[in-house]
């Protein structure tokens, strides 16, 4: 669980750092004076924290959405596995290159029911960013995440994968290795693995990079999270020429999930804890696990072929065009 | 793709501005040129008359837009690739000319995308001064050599061969068809990547896209990309690289993410020849390269192959 005394603040985030600064002085007060019964001014502070953290998430710019998406203190991938799952057994390697450690997966169960869990996974600090590349996988990371779901059509196991991306490592040996022909190749198998995959966008679901473990039968994504054929700033570089339009990119690209919900492209919006998920792991990781569990057993039902032909025919229907 | 930096968002070739043309209509006399210099710009050079000069980006050679027409747009000095477009392909590669498909699907701006212009007057823009060019894809049906061949060729002049809701669309009907007269499916890749003013419904063509090649797979029909120069982004990542054959023209650039992305990202100069054609090859990626003046030979005979 996060320490409170080192939570990071966003600039957005002001007005809560306030709150949580005064909440601190007075908790110095109240031990220094043993005398003084500061209990009621405590929870007082502790109340209007939740009421900065509603209003919050109620009044927040696309961009902002993008801010917190990034936010330095939210959960990455493992965290919620951890959280989500029991029993995971995780699983290294492509078989052919390398261990990408930017892409992480393996079993694990779900209320007693074996599942094959993979995502894209962060680092906490900057020794741990750097291990991780950022979450940015190279080829060999689209190709282990292939190898477990194939792993898991073998034996007939569900597909749970958490998208928490900036997008693919956009690097020379990357290219060497082929990162288009790996995404290529994973998008591919993922339109027609004949075991239910749910996809979750927790964070960054950036372009090709998040598509490469993105195709599924339930695409979720939580409440504060993008998804998008391109990050704000580079969108606000190409076609603005400039790096400071990524607000204004962030607006037009309609990133966000209630415009990904409104168009149709995932199923739906997951809740997080008021303010965002980084304010409670355990509530945002049970509201997950909660529409996770839902979606399995429905999925469940469903034959093989027809779930692929259900899946191919649903993506065919994106696009909008005139005739 | 976030990585498309090889694809001016305009449509404007930003790699050789001074050799690309499509070459159309092909009427007026040699060296019937106005007084413009050989390097008009972009907008100017719609369609080049014949008698126009084009200057080789690499050996610059200057040649007739006729001598090198008649040499398939290839430099008759160097062998150099000049970019063309659908049509162009078409006729070095259809004995007759061929059946156009699905040519009424039309790009639509239903986000209201508006970047230094909206979407929409973009297309407005580009439907007024390139009547010639139906989307960033184009899809034919005839015969090659006697075989028949759905060929889908992009169109880079359309908001830089963007693959969007349209190209999507025509793939996907481009599939159902070659399924249903039983014919297979050859792709003539060139583009930038994914099409931003349409945002997370250009990223999902890259799924539906493949999805539909899935059925072409299960129907037992032979999928063959050819990667042109430039080939990036969401191309690469999808179709681009799911070919039953991957072929590419000589020296073409062919990747996921643009040079300069790679660049600053590794603050290294990148090594010659990187993500040429030859590159790809070295690496893995592609089954042959192909020269142009070959290329409906080495087409028909692979159909011949698949069938026989
Ligand atoms: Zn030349």
Redesign the pocket.
């Given at each position: 669980m996060i320490d409170e005394n080192q939570r990071q603040f966003l600039q957005f985030e002001q007005p809560i750092k306030d709150l949580f600064e005064q909440m601190s002085e007075t908790k110095k007060l109240a031990n220094k004076n043993t005398k003084l019964n500061l209990d009621k001014t405590i929870q007082e502070i502790q109340d209007a924290i939740v009421e900065k953290r509603k209003e919050l998430t109620f009044n927040i710019t696309p961009w902002q959405r993008v801010q917190l998406s990034r936010h330095p203190d939210r959960p990455y991938t493992l965290k919620y596995i951890s959280l989500m799952f029991e029993n995971f057994v995780e699983l290294y390697g492509d078989r052919n290159f390398k261990d990408d450690k930017a892409m992480v997966g393996g079993f694990a169960q779900l209320n007693g029911q074996t599942v094959m869990v993979i995502g894209q996974q962060k680092g906490i600090n900057t020794k741990t960013r750097q291990f991780r590349n950022f979450g940015m996988p190279n080829p060999e990371g689209y190709r282990k995440a292939l190898r477990l779901m194939k792993l898991a059509e073998k034996f007939n196991k569900p597909i749970v994968t958490l998208i928490d991306t900036p997008g693919a490592y956009p690097g020379l040996e990357a290219e060497e290795r082929g990162q288009g022909e790996a995404i290529a190749r994973n998008i591919y198998e993922m339109t027609h693995l004949k075991v239910p995959i749910i996809v979750v966008i927790i964070g960054e679901g950036a372009s090709g990079g998040a598509l490469g473990i993105g195709v599924g039968d339930k695409v979720l994504m939580l409440e504060n999270t993008w998804y998008s054929v391109i990050s704000p700033e580079s969108c606000s570089s190409i076609l603005w020429r400039s790096w400071d339009k990524k607000e204004l990119a962030a607006e037009q690209l309609k990133l966000t999930a209630q415009d990904m919900k409104s168009f149709r492209l995932v199923d739906e919006i997951v809740p997080e804890p008021h303010g965002g998920a980084h304010w409670d792991y355990n509530e945002a990781a049970n509201n997950l696990k909660n529409f996770i569990t839902r979606n399995l057993k429905e999925l469940k039902k469903i034959q093989p072929n027809e779930l692929v032909q259900k899946r191919i025919e649903k993506y065919c229907s994106m696009g909008f065009w005139e005739e | 793709m976030k990585q498309n930096d090889t694809k001016d968002p305009n449509g404007l070739d930003i790699y050789n501005d001074s050799s690309e043309t499509n070459k159309i209509q092909v009427k007026s006399k040699w060296f019937n040129r106005a007084s413009k210099g050989i390097l008009t710009s972009t907008s100017e050079k719609k369609d080049t008359p014949e008698g126009f000069w084009n200057k080789?980006?690499?050996?610059?050679?200057i040649s007739t837009s006729e001598v090198l027409k008649e040499n398939l747009h290839v430099?008759?000095?160097?062998?150099?690739h000049h970019r063309i477009g659908s049509l162009e392909y078409y006729e070095i590669l259809f004995d007759n000319g061929p059946e156009y498909l699905f040519d009424n699907i039309k790009s639509h701006d239903k986000l209201n995308f508006v970047d230094l212009k909206p979407y929409k007057t973009r297309l407005d823009e580009i439907h007024k001064s390139k009547p010639n060019i139906k989307d960033s894809i184009r899809i034919a049906v005839g015969d090659v050599s006697g075989e028949r061949l759905v060929i889908g060729c992009m169109d880079f002049e359309f908001i830089g061969g963007s693959l969007g809701s349209v190209m999507g669309e025509k793939f996907s009907k481009a599939v159902d068809y070659c399924i249903f007269h039983k014919i297979p499916f050859f792709v003539i890749c060139k583009s930038g990547g994914a099409r931003m003013m349409e945002s997370a419904f250009s990223l999902m063509q890259l799924a539906k896209t493949s999805g539909k090649l899935f059925q072409l797979s299960e129907a037992k029909l032979p999928f063959i990309t050819l990667l042109t120069d430039p080939t990036f982004g969401g191309i690469s990542a999808s179709f681009g690289m799911l070919g039953d054959l991957n072929l590419a023209e000589p020296e073409a650039l062919i990747g996921f993410a643009g040079p300069r992305v790679i660049k600053e990202t590794i603050k290294k100069d990148l090594p010659e020849g990187f993500q040429k054609s030859e590159f790809l090859l070295e690496h893995g990626f592609i089954d042959f390269i192909v020269n142009r003046k070959d290329l409906k030979h080495k087409i028909a005979l692979l159909i011949k192959i698949f069938k026989n």
């Amino acid at each position: 669980m996060i320490d409170e005394n080192q939570r990071q603040f966003l600039q957005f985030e002001q007005p809560i750092k306030d709150l949580f600064e005064q909440m601190s002085e007075t908790k110095k007060l109240a031990n220094k004076n043993t005398k003084l019964n500061l209990d009621k001014t405590i929870q007082e502070i502790q109340d209007a924290i939740v009421e900065k953290r509603k209003e919050l998430t109620f009044n927040i710019t696309p961009w902002q959405r993008v801010q917190l998406s990034r936010h330095p203190d939210r959960p990455y991938t493992l965290k919620y596995i951890s959280l989500m799952f029991e029993n995971f057994v995780e699983l290294y390697g492509d078989r052919n290159f390398k261990d990408d450690k930017a892409m992480v997966g393996g079993f694990a169960q779900l209320n007693g029911q074996t599942v094959m869990v993979i995502g894209q996974q962060k680092g906490i600090n900057t020794k741990t960013r750097q291990f991780r590349n950022f979450g940015m996988p190279n080829p060999e990371g689209y190709r282990k995440a292939l190898r477990l779901m194939k792993l898991a059509e073998k034996f007939n196991k569900p597909i749970v994968t958490l998208i928490d991306t900036p997008g693919a490592y956009p690097g020379l040996e990357a290219e060497e290795r082929g990162q288009g022909e790996a995404i290529a190749r994973n998008i591919y198998e993922m339109t027609h693995l004949k075991v239910p995959i749910i996809v979750v966008i927790i964070g960054e679901g950036a372009s090709g990079g998040a598509l490469g473990i993105g195709v599924g039968d339930k695409v979720l994504m939580l409440e504060n999270t993008w998804y998008s054929v391109i990050s704000p700033e580079s969108c606000s570089s190409i076609l603005w020429r400039s790096w400071d339009k990524k607000e204004l990119a962030a607006e037009q690209l309609k990133l966000t999930a209630q415009d990904m919900k409104s168009f149709r492209l995932v199923d739906e919006i997951v809740p997080e804890p008021h303010g965002g998920a980084h304010w409670d792991y355990n509530e945002a990781a049970n509201n997950l696990k909660n529409f996770i569990t839902r979606n399995l057993k429905e999925l469940k039902k469903i034959q093989p072929n027809e779930l692929v032909q259900k899946r191919i025919e649903k993506y065919c229907s994106m696009g909008f065009w005139e005739e | 793709m976030k990585q498309n930096d090889t694809k001016d968002p305009n449509g404007l070739d930003i790699y050789n501005d001074s050799s690309e043309t499509n070459k159309i209509q092909v009427k007026s006399k040699w060296f019937n040129r106005a007084s413009k210099g050989i390097l008009t710009s972009t907008s100017e050079k719609k369609d080049t008359p014949e008698g126009f000069w084009n200057k080789c980006p690499k050996c610059n050679l200057i040649s007739t837009s006729e001598v090198l027409k008649e040499n398939l747009h290839v430099c008759p000095k160097c062998s150099y690739h000049h970019r063309i477009g659908s049509l162009e392909y078409y006729e070095i590669l259809f004995d007759n000319g061929p059946e156009y498909l699905f040519d009424n699907i039309k790009s639509h701006d239903k986000l209201n995308f508006v970047d230094l212009k909206p979407y929409k007057t973009r297309l407005d823009e580009i439907h007024k001064s390139k009547p010639n060019i139906k989307d960033s894809i184009r899809i034919a049906v005839g015969d090659v050599s006697g075989e028949r061949l759905v060929i889908g060729c992009m169109d880079f002049e359309f908001i830089g061969g963007s693959l969007g809701s349209v190209m999507g669309e025509k793939f996907s009907k481009a599939v159902d068809y070659c399924i249903f007269h039983k014919i297979p499916f050859f792709v003539i890749c060139k583009s930038g990547g994914a099409r931003m003013m349409e945002s997370a419904f250009s990223l999902m063509q890259l799924a539906k896209t493949s999805g539909k090649l899935f059925q072409l797979s299960e129907a037992k029909l032979p999928f063959i990309t050819l990667l042109t120069d430039p080939t990036f982004g969401g191309i690469s990542a999808s179709f681009g690289m799911l070919g039953d054959l991957n072929l590419a023209e000589p020296e073409a650039l062919i990747g996921f993410a643009g040079p300069r992305v790679i660049k600053e990202t590794i603050k290294k100069d990148l090594p010659e020849g990187f993500q040429k054609s030859e590159f790809l090859l070295e690496h893995g990626f592609i089954d042959f390269i192909v020269n142009r003046k070959d290329l409906k030979h080495k087409i028909a005979l692979l159909i011949k192959i698949f069938k026989n």
